[in-house]
């Protein structure tokens, strides 16, 4: 039962994150987003 109430828990979040991201595409997102992603590379 923890299992499956931690994977609701993630599916929430990323909807939540995805919500987000398609609501505030602006530049200053778009910059964060992008030195984001140049960091985890």
């Known amino acids: 039962m923890v ?3 931690l994977q609701l828990m993630v599916y929430i979040i990323l909807a939540a994150c995805f919500d ?4 505030g595409l602006d ?11 140049s960091s985890a590379l």
């Open 27 to 37: 530049c200053w997102n778009l910059r964060l987003i992008t030195r984001m992603f």
């Open 20 to 23: 987000l991201f398609c609501r």
């Open 3 to 5: 299992d499956d109430q």
